[in-house]
């Protein structure tokens, strides 16, 4: 929408300029067109305080810098207006958390104590509202935003922070575990855990370059930036394993640093000792199958524990070939979720799987399917007719390594046999056995009061996990990360998973994405005016939209005015 100006010649031959209210439309051609919503006449009869008004108008509604700057006070200067909503709620959050009590209880009164959980805040509300380096966060406090009790702060004090929030971690993440159960009165009988990678685009580290304080040589410390199994897709770059346990409600509640090469299998015993000591009481954990190895899975049901696990269906087990081949009738569950009961084993030495079945994606997986065998046919073809056709060597060795990426490729090997004189061709038995797949999962658990329609339920709500590894990627910009110190990985990897509690807190209480209310307090200014007398700060007024988000938050809004400075008196001669 925008303001019009067109020019028309009067009968007196006078060229007389005419305003309109107008936005661009795409006409059945596709090609815009511009629509006249009002006609405000001709511009030298304009009534130019009733346009000033409604600009007016359309500052208070959107608030910010220019309504601020619109109603500067007679006598005054406008100064700036850096952001105070984003911080106000964060902060506001933070404190409802309990997480500066928990940092500041920790530090106590020691000497460099002072100030380290507003440091620690500030990196944690830099991370949920402008992600970037801590370096630029010291530009960026003061500068775009107003933090309450710190004005300033260094690179160095960030660095010590820090450090000291990596001593304090467990007792921290702790103590946010139990605040957010009790905020939200979550269900914390139900854990779900997952793992991820992140790299960095470095060199691998030597582990004889690691070095403790006092200068000598660690090497007997695994660093943790290590090559490893890229869930990124990125072998070629050194990296950690992060491991995240969320609630039903998708709400983090303790995370994990491993070396880059760290496997699965291995994590499940710290995961269960560390929960362990937060006295859950009757808790099941959910896992992918990654993670259902039969030490883990017995590990998990030690002192009570229970597990919803899924299981690799081509793991070529015979508990899986078997769960899969008994019949047996299916239950709907939702529109596209059916699920079967089965039982493998006598007695008490029985297990139970749960085979669910979704029809949707049944059907992808045979369109799927059937594009690759058709990609399969069309490249068998190629290389028949250049066997048939080869003349020459080169020729000859150019078909061989065809033949060889066709045999390797890690999708479409599945659906080939080879001949023992090394052809390749369509194993139309293993094409069938993948067809008994289309659409299936199989689950197991050794929880005996939960339905087959709860377990299957239950370990899709796994989602939260990887949705909570995609927004620490992506929305809090987990990486890249250029930290080379393993407790400065680590205490940026702990910064970012405080920011991600503070945001889903925030998405589960208003039902809104972090980016739709993000956008919305970033509209709320702190606003700076100057005068000879002194100066002042006052908060732009808040929408009515704001005002809901603030209620749906459950924070006070921000206060009107802030800082009154009357200016300093001369001291008498």
């Known amino acids: 929408m925008y303001l019009r100006a067109t020019v028309r010649r009067t009968k007196r031959g006078e060229l007389v300029r005419y305003l309109q209210l107008a936005h661009n439309e795409r006409n059945e051609r596709g090609v815009p067109v511009a629509r006249v919503i009002h006609n405000f006449g001709r511009e030298d009869r304009l009534d130019r305080e009733a346009l000033v008004r409604l600009v007016g108008s359309i500052q208070r509604f959107l608030g910010g810098v220019e309504t601020l700057r619109a109603g500067t006070p007679e006598g005054f200067e406008f100064v700036a207006a850096p952001e105070s909503g984003g911080p106000h709620a964060v902060g506001q959050l933070w404190a409802q958390l309990g997480i500066g009590k928990a940092i500041s209880r920790v530090a106590g009164q020691g000497r460099g104590r002072w100030g380290v959980e507003r440091a620690i805040f500030t990196m944690v509300c830099q991370r949920c509202l402008e992600p970037a380096s801590k370096l630029e966060a010291t530009r960026w406090l003061g500068r775009d935003v107003v933090l309450e009790g710190i004005e300033s702060v260094s690179d160095d004090e960030l660095y010590r922070a820090m450090d000291f929030l990596l001593a304090c971690a467990e007792r921290v993440q702790e103590s946010v575990f139990f605040s957010v159960a009790h905020l939200l009165n979550l269900e914390v009988d139900v854990i779900f855990f997952d793992t991820t990678s992140t790299y960095f685009e470095v060199d691998v580290d030597d582990p004889s370059d690691e070095q403790d304080v006092d200068g000598e040589v660690a090497a007997e410390r695994e660093p943790l930036r290590r090559l490893g199994h890229s869930k990124d897709h990125r072998p070629d770059l050194p990296q950690v394993v992060i491991g995240l346990a969320v609630t039903r409600e998708g709400i983090p509640v303790r995370v994990w640093i491993w070396p880059g090469n760290a496997n699965d299998q291995t994590l499940v015993e710290q995961v269960k000792a560390d929960l362990a000591g937060w006295r859950l009481g009757r808790a099941i954990y959910v896992v992918d199958s990654g993670f259902s190895g039969r030490d883990n899975l017995r590990r ?229 005016f100057r005068s000879s007398e002194g100066d002042f700060t006052q908060t732009s007024e808040l929408t009515a939209t704001q005002r809901d988000l603030h209620t749906a938050l459950g924070i006070p809004e921000p206060p009107r005015f802030g800082r009154i400075s009357p200016a300093a008196t001369p001291a008498p001669l």
Request: hydrophobic share 35%.
């Open 300 to 528: 998990l049901r030690s002192a009570g524990g229970h597990y919803i696990a899924g299981l690799k269906l081509r793991s070529g087990m015979p508990e899986t070939e078997q769960a899969l081949s008994r019949q047996g009738r299916y239950r709907v569950v939702k529109d596209n979720l059916r699920v079967k009961e089965v039982r493998v084993g006598d007695g008490e030495a029985a297990v139970r799987y749960v085979v669910c079945h979704n029809p949707a994606e049944a059907e992808r997986d045979r369109a799927r399917r059937q594009q690759r065998i058709e990609r399969i046919e069309a490249e068998l073809a190629r290389l028949k007719s250049q066997r048939e056709q080869a003349k020459m060597t080169a020729e000859l060795e150019a078909h061989s390594r065809g033949e060889c990426a066709l045999r390797d490729h890690p999708t479409l090997s599945r659906y080939l046999r080879q001949s023992p004189s090394g052809r390749l061709s369509l194993d139309r038995a293993k094409i069938a056995a993948e067809q008994r797949l289309d659409g299936k999962y199989l689950l197991t658990t050794s929880d005996p009061s939960l339905s087959a329609e709860d377990v299957a339920l239950g370990y899709k709500q796994l989602l939260e996990a990887e949705r909570s590894f995609r927004d620490l990627k992506g929305t809090l910009l987990l990486r890249p990360v250029f930290h080379r110190k393993d407790e400065r990985i680590r205490a940026h990897v702990l910064i970012c998973f405080l920011a991600l509690v503070l945001v889903r807190l925030a998405e589960t209480r208003t039902g809104e994405t972090w980016r739709t209310i993000r956008a919305e307090l970033g509209q709320i200014r702190h606003g700076h």
